[in-house]
């Protein structure tokens, strides 16, 4: 998750919006870093068709923020199974949050999928480095849009390499990126972890 809190339990990435950008590591085993400089914050995300009687059966899913639930999908998951994950997890008192929205086939051959999981209160969370083409032209231009038209409820990054790390810094340096995280959708100021 790319938060925009400064904490001891992130890296530090520069000053942006008057406070310092970091990286939260979600989807790799924290021994898979070399560095011993780095400490990691962890949130898993649950995939809707595997993971969503647990969620629904247990009580102690791990979200963050204001009861936020990270969720995936398989590329081929039918719109419908995203409303029904959303609905259901809404009955609970969750708010998803579908991460990586941009690279969802089904989302970048349709806006109105897009418009239709937002109507039904489920949140989108973007990678940075679809913004710069890293993640495919469909998902640049997703993300765009949804930036544009002020979707985006978190950004988030799933860097892997050091390669992915300077793009990053790269595009953290863009007046075009810096608008749209200055944007007052992005929900990353509020979370405290």
């Known amino acids: 998750m790319f938060s925009l809190l400064q904490n001891k339990t992130t890296k530090p990435l520069g000053n942006l919006l008057k406070g310092d950008v970091s990286i939260d590591f979600l989807d790799r085993p924290i021994s898979s870093f070399q560095s011993?400089?780095?400490?990691?914050?962890?949130?898993?995300?649950?995939?809707?068709?595997?993971d969503l009687a647990f969620l629904l059966a247990k009580k102690e899913v791990i979200t963050f923020g204001?009861?936020?639930?990270?969720?995936?999908?398989?590329?081929?998951?039918p719109l419908e199974q995203f409303e029904h994950a959303i609905f259901q997890l809404?009955?609970?008192?969750?708010?998803?949050?579908?991460?990586?929205?941009?690279?969802?086939?089904?989302?970048q051959n349709s806006y109105k999928h897009v418009e239709r999981l937002l109507n039904r209160g489920g949140l989108l969370s973007v990678d940075l480095l679809s913004l710069s083409g890293y993640r495919g032209k469909a998902a640049k231009t997703l993300a765009e849009r949804?930036?544009?038209?002020?979707?985006?409820?978190?950004?988030?990054?799933?860097?892997?390499?050091?390669?992915?790390?300077?793009?990053?810094?790269?595009l953290l340096s863009s007046k075009t990126i810096t608008k749209y995280l200055q944007s007052k959708m992005i929900r990353n100021r509020e979370l405290s972890v």
């Not at 204001?66 to 998951?77: G, K, M, P, W």
């Not at 038209?149 to 992915?164: C, G, K, L, P």
Request: hydrophobic share 40%.
């Open 36 to 50: 011993s400089q780095m400490v990691f914050n962890t949130v898993p995300h649950y995939a809707i068709e595997k």
């Open 66 to 77: 204001a009861h936020y639930v990270l969720i995936s999908a398989e590329q081929d998951t």
């Open 90 to 107: 809404q009955l609970k008192g969750y708010v998803p949050v579908l991460v990586h929205a941009e690279q969802y086939m089904l989302l």
């Open 146 to 170: 949804l930036f544009k038209e002020e979707e985006v409820s978190f950004v988030d990054t799933s860097i892997q390499t050091q390669e992915e790390e300077k793009l990053l810094r790269k």
